[in-house]
């Protein structure tokens, strides 16, 4: 079995070899006014095949954000189950007491009065739905009710008892170029379905306003969110976090007819290539694609200065562990990045989802690409 290291993957890739540290981490507060809940979901989609493991069940894990009452304990930053499973293959390559890191969400707390609307978050290409938190909070102290997704099989996940899925997707036989593409599409197939199968089961949860629905994702969460809204017409708007379309096949020449942000990372020179540009729809050519056969209203914002990882958490957690041995953060100031995310990110979706046509801000991390 070969070990596939795809361009896109594992988080394991950011840190380097950066030294051990004590757990000293705080998330950003989130800014909004409301108290936020937590609670998880496991989804079992009985009748459909785990795409890697035939034999199995399709099984995901999410969580849902929401405003509350301050109600209970804090959430932990990662499952217990998952902290363990850290101690031998640590996130961005950085061994710490990731157990003891807490959200500022309350769990399984009483939601607020009444019908929030939904966004929902997948994470890059063997990343965990763990990586959007900071946004996720911010979202859900806004008003919103925001459902962060876990591909199974692209990295690991705790799942109900304790038991962890590990990133068992990327282990794959042989060397041929073909079946490398074949495994890419599964996988990007694999997650379109993923999502729309979590918006199938969210009916339950009274507090989410089903007739309006919002998607953004990271890298290639955020053309999941593309091609979601492609062929689901409940997802009224979506973004792209610096993700391209060549990761398989994604239909960019399709585009959407509703509302969608790009929101792209500057050059990297000394990346690979796939990481090596401004990404824009001037520069990019399948975002140019994208955009040119897209009818809905459009945006493009870049951050020059921000790196491929720079919309996730990891902007926020790399420096406060030793600092980005990689490049993939570049040198925008991590709390100046956050809040430029958490600015357009919100009033994109209050534009889009609550009707708020207020301008939208100035950033002096961010560039509008015409």
Do not use: C
Not at 220 to 249: K, L
Not at 255 to 284: C, I, Q, W
Request: glycine fraction near 10%; charged fraction near 20%.
């Amino acid at each position: 079995m070969r070990k596939i290291i795809l361009a896109v993957a594992a988080l394991l890739v950011l840190g380097g070899n950066v030294p051990a540290q004590a757990a000293t981490l705080e998330l950003p507060k989130p800014a909004g006014r409301n108290q936020v809940g937590v609670t998880e979901l496991h989804l079992v989609q009985h009748g459909r095949a785990d795409p890697w493991f035939p034999n199995e069940t399709r099984q995901v894990m999410a969580s849902v954000w929401y405003p509350a009452l301050p109600l209970g304990r804090k959430a932990p930053y990662v499952a217990p189950a998952l902290a363990k499973h850290y101690e031998t293959e640590p996130p961005i390559g950085v061994r710490t007491d990731w157990g003891s890191i807490r959200t500022h969400s309350y769990v399984n707390a009483p939601a607020l009065p009444g019908r929030f609307p939904v966004v929902l978050y997948s994470p890059g290409v063997g990343n965990s739905r763990t990586m959007g938190t900071i946004l996720a909070e911010e979202l859900a102290s806004r008003g919103y009710a925001v459902v962060t997704v876990d591909h199974t099989y692209e990295t690991a996940i705790a799942f109900p008892g304790g038991e962890v899925k590990t990133d068992k997707a990327f282990a794959l036989p042989g060397e041929d170029p073909a079946e490398i593409e074949k495994a890419k599409q599964r996988m990007m197939d694999a997650r379109e379905n993923d999502v729309r199968f979590v918006l199938d089961n969210l009916h339950n949860l009274t507090m989410l306003d089903l007739a309006k629905v919002g998607m953004f994702g990271h890298s290639g969460g955020g053309i999941t969110a593309a091609r979601v809204m492609q062929v689901d017409r409940r997802v009224d708007a979506g973004i792209n976090m610096d993700g391209w379309f060549s990761f398989g096949y994604n239909r960019p020449e399709q585009g959407v007819d509703r509302p969608f942000m790009f929101m792209g990372a500057g050059s990297a020179p000394n990346l690979p290539p796939l990481y090596g540009k401004p990404r824009t729809h001037l520069s990019e050519p399948d975002w140019q694609k994208f955009w040119q056969a897209s009818t809905g209203p459009l945006l493009d914002l870049n951050m020059p200065e921000g790196r491929h990882y720079t919309f996730t958490d990891a902007q926020w957690l790399l420096p406060r562990l030793g600092g980005d041995h990689s490049g993939f953060l570049g040198t925008v100031d991590p709390a100046r990045a956050i809040d430029a995310q958490r600015v357009y990110v919100t009033a994109f979706f209050d534009r889009h989802l609550k009707g708020r046509q207020q301008p939208l801000p100035q950033h002096p991390d961010v560039r509008f690409i015409r």
